[in-house]
Protein backbone atom coordinates (compact mmCIF):
# COMPACT_ATOMS: atom_id res chain seq x y z
CA UNK A 1 0.00 0.00 0.00
CA UNK A 2 1.34 3.46 -0.80
CA UNK A 3 2.57 5.76 1.72
CA UNK A 4 3.62 9.57 1.87
CA UNK A 5 7.43 8.64 2.64
CA UNK A 6 7.35 11.71 4.58
CA UNK A 7 5.18 11.59 7.04
CA UNK A 8 3.85 7.95 6.38
CA UNK A 9 0.34 8.76 5.87
CA UNK A 10 -1.54 5.92 3.66
CA UNK A 11 -2.72 7.48 0.18
CA UNK A 12 -6.37 6.49 0.28
CA UNK A 13 -7.32 8.07 -3.06
CA UNK A 14 -5.64 8.93 -6.25
CA UNK A 15 -7.15 10.08 -9.32
CA UNK A 16 -5.65 10.03 -12.86
CA UNK A 17 -6.69 11.89 -15.79
CA UNK A 18 -10.65 11.84 -15.02
CA UNK A 19 -12.76 12.73 -17.38
CA UNK A 20 -16.43 13.36 -17.16
CA UNK A 21 -18.70 14.28 -20.75
CA UNK A 22 -22.01 14.33 -21.45
CA UNK A 23 -23.74 14.18 -24.52
CA UNK A 24 -26.27 16.47 -25.13
CA UNK A 25 -29.05 15.58 -27.32
CA UNK A 26 -29.34 17.95 -30.28
CA UNK A 27 -32.47 20.11 -30.53
CA UNK A 28 -32.46 20.15 -34.61
CA UNK A 29 -35.31 18.29 -36.07
CA UNK A 30 -32.53 16.95 -38.45
CA UNK A 31 -32.72 12.92 -37.10
CA UNK A 32 -29.27 12.85 -37.90
CA UNK A 33 -27.59 15.80 -36.04
CA UNK A 34 -25.16 14.44 -33.39
CA UNK A 35 -25.20 15.35 -30.03
CA UNK A 36 -23.08 18.24 -28.41
CA UNK A 37 -20.70 16.75 -25.97
CA UNK A 38 -20.38 18.90 -22.66
CA UNK A 39 -16.93 18.49 -20.78
CA UNK A 40 -17.58 18.95 -17.29
CA UNK A 41 -14.45 17.19 -16.34
CA UNK A 42 -11.64 17.33 -18.40
CA UNK A 43 -8.78 15.36 -16.96
CA UNK A 44 -8.11 15.96 -13.61
CA UNK A 45 -5.43 14.24 -10.93
CA UNK A 46 -5.42 14.22 -7.56
CA UNK A 47 -3.88 12.09 -4.61
CA UNK A 48 -5.32 11.94 -0.72
CA UNK A 49 -3.77 11.36 2.11
CA UNK A 50 -5.47 9.86 5.57
CA UNK A 51 -6.37 12.49 7.56
CA UNK A 52 -5.61 14.98 4.98
CA UNK A 53 -8.37 17.66 3.43
CA UNK A 54 -8.30 18.78 -0.24
CA UNK A 55 -10.14 21.84 -0.73
CA UNK A 56 -11.71 22.50 -3.98
CA UNK A 57 -12.35 25.50 -5.64
CA UNK A 58 -13.50 27.58 -8.64
CA UNK A 59 -16.89 29.03 -10.00
CA UNK A 60 -20.49 27.83 -9.84
CA UNK A 61 -20.30 25.75 -12.97
CA UNK A 62 -16.35 24.65 -13.12
CA UNK A 63 -17.19 21.23 -12.61
CA UNK A 64 -16.49 20.59 -8.60
CA UNK A 65 -19.56 18.66 -7.98
CA UNK A 66 -19.50 16.69 -10.92
CA UNK A 67 -15.63 15.86 -10.10
CA UNK A 68 -16.95 15.11 -6.49
CA UNK A 69 -19.99 12.48 -7.75
CA UNK A 70 -17.64 10.93 -10.20
CA UNK A 71 -15.05 10.12 -7.55
CA UNK A 72 -17.84 8.71 -4.70
CA UNK A 73 -19.57 6.83 -8.14
CA UNK A 74 -22.52 8.65 -8.23
CA UNK A 75 -22.04 9.89 -11.93
CA UNK A 76 -20.05 7.63 -14.38
CA UNK A 77 -16.64 8.42 -15.23
CA UNK A 78 -15.80 8.91 -19.01
CA UNK A 79 -12.39 8.08 -19.40
CA UNK A 80 -9.61 7.83 -16.31
CA UNK A 81 -8.57 5.78 -13.22
CA UNK A 82 -10.76 6.71 -9.68
CA UNK A 83 -7.95 4.41 -7.56
CA UNK A 84 -9.33 3.54 -4.01
CA UNK A 85 -6.91 1.53 -1.91
CA UNK A 86 -5.11 -0.08 -4.58
CA UNK A 87 -8.39 -1.09 -6.70
CA UNK A 88 -9.17 0.82 -9.29
CA UNK A 89 -12.91 1.82 -8.98
CA UNK A 90 -14.16 2.49 -12.87
CA UNK A 91 -13.61 -1.19 -13.74
CA UNK A 92 -15.44 -2.68 -10.21
CA UNK A 93 -19.06 -4.62 -10.64
CA UNK A 94 -21.10 -2.72 -9.38
CA UNK A 95 -21.47 -4.65 -6.54
CA UNK A 96 -18.01 -4.40 -5.17
CA UNK A 97 -17.90 -0.82 -6.10
CA UNK A 98 -21.22 -0.50 -3.53
CA UNK A 99 -19.29 -2.34 -0.59
CA UNK A 100 -16.43 0.87 -1.52
CA UNK A 101 -19.27 3.13 -0.50
CA UNK A 102 -18.92 1.80 3.25
CA UNK A 103 -15.54 3.91 3.34
CA UNK A 104 -16.74 7.03 1.82
CA UNK A 105 -19.66 8.93 2.34
CA UNK A 106 -21.01 12.73 0.97
CA UNK A 107 -22.06 15.69 2.42
CA UNK A 108 -24.75 17.63 0.35
CA UNK A 109 -25.07 21.43 0.00
CA UNK A 110 -28.56 22.00 1.20
CA UNK A 111 -29.18 20.13 4.50
CA UNK A 112 -32.78 20.34 4.81
CA UNK A 113 -33.18 19.18 1.29
CA UNK A 114 -31.02 16.06 1.35
CA UNK A 115 -33.19 14.59 4.29
CA UNK A 116 -36.31 12.98 3.83
CA UNK A 117 -39.01 14.85 5.70
CA UNK A 118 -41.29 12.09 6.32
CA UNK A 119 -38.55 9.87 7.95
CA UNK A 120 -37.44 10.35 12.10
CA UNK A 121 -33.63 11.54 12.49
CA UNK A 122 -32.90 8.36 13.79
CA UNK A 123 -34.25 6.67 11.05
CA UNK A 124 -32.36 8.92 8.51
CA UNK A 125 -29.24 8.50 10.44
CA UNK A 126 -29.39 4.77 11.00
CA UNK A 127 -30.36 4.42 7.22
CA UNK A 128 -27.15 3.45 5.78
CA UNK A 129 -26.13 1.32 8.74
CA UNK A 130 -29.47 -1.02 8.07
CA UNK A 131 -28.56 -1.06 4.59
CA UNK A 132 -24.62 -2.18 5.12
CA UNK A 133 -25.16 -4.15 8.63
CA UNK A 134 -28.88 -6.00 8.00
CA UNK A 135 -28.09 -8.26 11.09
CA UNK A 136 -27.45 -5.40 13.77
CA UNK A 137 -30.60 -5.57 16.41
CA UNK A 138 -32.87 -2.55 16.76
CA UNK A 139 -31.44 -1.69 19.93
CA UNK A 140 -27.75 -1.83 18.63
CA UNK A 141 -28.68 0.32 15.70
CA UNK A 142 -30.28 2.74 18.06
CA UNK A 143 -27.10 2.67 20.37
CA UNK A 144 -24.97 3.39 17.83
CA UNK A 145 -27.72 6.62 15.83
CA UNK A 146 -27.76 7.99 19.88
CA UNK A 147 -23.90 7.90 20.35
CA UNK A 148 -23.16 9.45 16.84
CA UNK A 149 -26.34 12.12 17.67
CA UNK A 150 -24.02 13.16 20.66
CA UNK A 151 -20.99 12.86 18.84
CA UNK A 152 -22.12 15.64 16.13
CA UNK A 153 -23.89 18.00 18.70
CA UNK A 154 -26.85 16.66 18.61
CA UNK A 155 -29.53 15.54 22.08
CA UNK A 156 -30.08 12.25 21.71
CA UNK A 157 -33.39 12.18 23.04
CA UNK A 158 -34.15 14.35 19.77
CA UNK A 159 -33.97 10.79 17.97
CA UNK A 160 -37.43 10.55 17.74
CA UNK A 161 -38.43 14.13 16.05
CA UNK A 162 -38.76 15.06 12.18
CA UNK A 163 -35.73 16.92 10.13
CA UNK A 164 -38.28 20.29 9.96
CA UNK A 165 -38.51 20.57 13.86
CA UNK A 166 -34.31 21.63 12.90
CA UNK A 167 -32.62 24.28 12.06
CA UNK A 168 -30.09 24.87 9.14
CA UNK A 169 -26.95 24.29 11.50
CA UNK A 170 -28.75 21.31 13.32
CA UNK A 171 -29.97 19.41 9.79
CA UNK A 172 -26.45 19.71 8.34
CA UNK A 173 -25.09 18.10 11.84
CA UNK A 174 -28.09 15.39 10.85
CA UNK A 175 -26.25 14.88 7.71
CA UNK A 176 -22.95 14.62 9.06
CA UNK A 177 -23.73 12.18 11.51
CA UNK A 178 -25.42 9.90 8.42
CA UNK A 179 -22.31 10.38 6.97
CA UNK A 180 -19.94 9.08 10.01
CA UNK A 181 -22.28 5.81 11.07
CA UNK A 182 -20.22 3.53 8.76
CA UNK A 183 -16.61 5.10 10.48
CA UNK A 184 -16.11 5.85 7.05
CA UNK A 185 -12.26 6.60 5.76
CA UNK A 186 -13.40 9.62 3.38
CA UNK A 187 -16.22 12.07 3.20
CA UNK A 188 -16.72 14.33 0.76
CA UNK A 189 -18.67 17.48 1.44
CA UNK A 190 -20.32 19.35 -1.22
CA UNK A 191 -20.47 22.85 -0.46
CA UNK A 192 -21.37 21.70 3.17
CA UNK A 193 -22.07 25.14 4.25
CA UNK A 194 -23.11 27.54 1.90
CA UNK A 195 -26.72 27.04 2.53
CA UNK A 196 -25.99 28.02 6.45
CA UNK A 197 -25.67 31.90 8.20
CA UNK A 198 -21.85 32.81 8.59
CA UNK A 199 -22.20 32.16 12.51
CA UNK A 200 -23.38 28.53 11.56
CA UNK A 201 -21.13 27.95 8.72
CA UNK A 202 -18.11 28.30 11.67
CA UNK A 203 -19.37 25.20 13.63
CA UNK A 204 -20.08 22.96 10.76
CA UNK A 205 -16.63 23.67 10.27
CA UNK A 206 -15.18 23.38 13.43
CA UNK A 207 -17.09 20.21 13.96
CA UNK A 208 -15.51 18.83 10.66
CA UNK A 209 -12.12 19.37 11.95
CA UNK A 210 -12.75 18.05 15.41
CA UNK A 211 -14.21 14.54 14.01
CA UNK A 212 -11.61 14.77 11.36
CA UNK A 213 -9.07 14.96 14.39
CA UNK A 214 -10.62 12.03 16.51
CA UNK A 215 -11.18 9.81 13.92
CA UNK A 216 -8.37 10.17 11.16
CA UNK A 217 -10.84 11.17 8.31
CA UNK A 218 -10.27 12.32 5.00
CA UNK A 219 -12.25 15.33 3.39
CA UNK A 220 -12.51 16.77 -0.01
CA UNK A 221 -13.89 20.27 0.96
CA UNK A 222 -15.69 21.64 -1.93
CA UNK A 223 -16.58 25.41 -1.82
CA UNK A 224 -17.30 28.62 -3.20
CA UNK A 225 -15.73 30.53 -0.15
CA UNK A 226 -11.69 30.80 -0.16
CA UNK A 227 -11.89 31.52 3.28
CA UNK A 228 -13.61 28.56 4.26
CA UNK A 229 -11.16 26.54 2.08
CA UNK A 230 -7.85 28.04 3.54
CA UNK A 231 -9.10 27.42 7.27
CA UNK A 232 -9.82 23.47 6.81
CA UNK A 233 -7.65 22.72 3.95
CA UNK A 234 -4.35 20.89 3.72
CA UNK A 235 -3.99 21.06 -0.17
CA UNK A 236 -5.87 23.37 -2.60
CA UNK A 237 -7.31 22.06 -5.80
CA UNK A 238 -8.05 25.32 -8.06
CA UNK A 239 -10.23 24.23 -11.36
CA UNK A 240 -11.63 26.26 -14.16
CA UNK A 241 -13.76 25.02 -16.76
CA UNK A 242 -13.66 21.33 -15.72
CA UNK A 243 -9.65 21.70 -15.66
CA UNK A 244 -6.89 21.63 -13.00
CA UNK A 245 -5.51 25.39 -13.45
CA UNK A 246 -3.69 25.02 -9.78
CA UNK A 247 -3.15 22.70 -7.15
CA UNK A 248 -0.41 23.16 -3.98
CA UNK A 249 -0.09 22.97 -0.09
CA UNK A 250 -2.90 25.44 1.59
CA UNK A 251 0.17 28.10 2.92
CA UNK A 252 1.67 28.22 -0.62
CA UNK A 253 -1.20 28.57 -2.85
CA UNK A 254 -2.62 31.45 -0.55
CA UNK A 255 0.38 33.30 -0.08
CA UNK A 256 1.68 33.09 -3.56
CA UNK A 257 -0.91 32.37 -6.21
CA UNK A 258 0.42 31.81 -9.52
CA UNK A 259 -2.11 31.43 -12.39
CA UNK A 260 -4.10 34.57 -13.41
CA UNK A 261 -7.52 32.85 -12.68
CA UNK A 262 -6.25 32.01 -8.93
CA UNK A 263 -4.91 34.99 -8.28
CA UNK A 264 -8.46 36.76 -9.54
CA UNK A 265 -10.22 34.34 -6.83
CA UNK A 266 -7.68 35.52 -3.80
CA UNK A 267 -7.41 39.17 -4.66
CA UNK A 268 -11.60 39.07 -3.85
CA UNK A 269 -11.10 37.76 -0.66
CA UNK A 270 -11.57 40.07 2.02
CA UNK A 271 -8.75 41.05 4.48
CA UNK A 272 -9.47 41.54 8.09
CA UNK A 273 -7.28 44.75 8.46
CA UNK A 274 -9.55 47.67 7.02
CA UNK A 275 -6.10 49.73 5.60
CA UNK A 276 -4.80 46.21 3.74
CA UNK A 277 -8.14 45.89 2.58
CA UNK A 278 -8.78 49.47 1.24
CA UNK A 279 -5.45 49.37 -0.14
CA UNK A 280 -5.98 46.21 -1.81
CA UNK A 281 -5.86 45.80 -5.40
CA UNK A 282 -9.09 43.96 -6.86
CA UNK A 283 -7.91 41.64 -10.42
CA UNK A 284 -11.12 41.75 -11.62
CA UNK A 285 -12.04 38.73 -14.28
CA UNK A 286 -13.88 39.94 -17.50
CA UNK A 287 -16.62 38.08 -18.94
CA UNK A 288 -18.76 35.13 -18.38
CA UNK A 289 -17.34 31.45 -17.61
CA UNK A 290 -17.45 30.21 -21.37
CA UNK A 291 -19.92 27.16 -22.37
CA UNK A 292 -18.21 23.44 -21.19
CA UNK A 293 -19.85 22.54 -24.48
CA UNK A 294 -17.68 24.37 -26.45
CA UNK A 295 -15.02 25.66 -24.23
CA UNK A 296 -11.59 27.58 -25.76
CA UNK A 297 -8.80 26.22 -27.60
CA UNK A 298 -5.73 26.19 -26.11
CA UNK A 299 -5.85 26.90 -22.58
CA UNK A 300 -9.47 26.99 -21.73
CA UNK A 301 -8.95 30.41 -19.48
CA UNK A 302 -7.83 32.48 -22.54
CA UNK A 303 -11.11 34.10 -22.98
CA UNK A 304 -10.92 36.02 -19.82
CA UNK A 305 -6.73 35.64 -19.03
CA UNK A 306 -5.12 39.15 -19.12
CA UNK A 307 -1.89 37.58 -19.94
CA UNK A 308 -3.37 35.17 -23.60
CA UNK A 309 -1.36 35.87 -26.29
CA UNK A 310 -1.16 33.65 -29.67
CA UNK A 311 -0.13 30.66 -27.82
CA UNK A 312 -2.07 30.32 -25.17
CA UNK A 313 -4.90 29.44 -28.48
CA UNK A 314 -3.17 26.91 -29.65
CA UNK A 315 -1.51 24.98 -26.42
CA UNK A 316 -3.27 23.55 -23.93
CA UNK A 317 -0.71 24.37 -20.91
CA UNK A 318 0.68 21.04 -18.64
CA UNK A 319 0.94 20.93 -15.14
CA UNK A 320 4.50 22.34 -13.94
CA UNK A 321 5.87 22.27 -10.98
CA UNK A 322 5.52 19.39 -7.85
CA UNK A 323 3.11 18.56 -4.76
CA UNK A 324 4.04 21.47 -2.80
CA UNK A 325 2.80 23.80 -6.10
CA UNK A 326 2.04 23.16 -9.51
CA UNK A 327 0.64 25.33 -11.97
CA UNK A 328 -1.09 25.01 -15.47
CA UNK A 329 -0.38 28.16 -17.32
CA UNK A 330 2.22 28.38 -20.72
CA UNK A 331 3.71 31.88 -19.14
CA UNK A 332 3.95 31.65 -15.35
CA UNK A 333 6.29 29.30 -13.78
CA UNK A 334 6.83 27.85 -9.81
S1 LIG B 1 -1.85 29.66 -20.69
FE1 LIG B 1 -2.16 31.70 -21.50
S2 LIG B 1 -4.37 32.05 -21.36
FE2 LIG B 1 -3.89 30.29 -20.07
S3 LIG B 1 -3.63 31.18 -18.07
FE3 LIG B 1 -1.61 31.07 -18.97
S4 LIG B 1 -1.32 33.04 -19.95
FE4 LIG B 1 -3.47 32.89 -19.51
Not at 40 to 52: M, S, T
Not at 65 to 74: E, K, N, Q, V
Not at 252 to 275: E, G
Amino acid sequence: MSTDMNNQKELLLEVKNLKVHFDIPSKSLWPWAKPSRLKAVDGIDIQLYQGETLGVVGESGCGKSTFARAIIGLVEATEGQVIWLGDDLTQLSKSARRETRKDMQMIFQDPLASLNPRMSVGDIIAEPLKTFYPELSKDEVKAQVKEMMDKVGLLPNMINRYPHEFSGGQCQRIGIARALILKPKMIICDEPVSALDVSIQAQVVNLLKELQNELGLSLVFIAHDLSVVKHISDRVLVMYLGNEVEMGETASLFSDPKHPYTRALMSAVPIPDPHLERAKKIEMLEGELPSPINPPSGCVFRTRCPLADADCAQTKPKRQGNHVHAVSCLKVQV
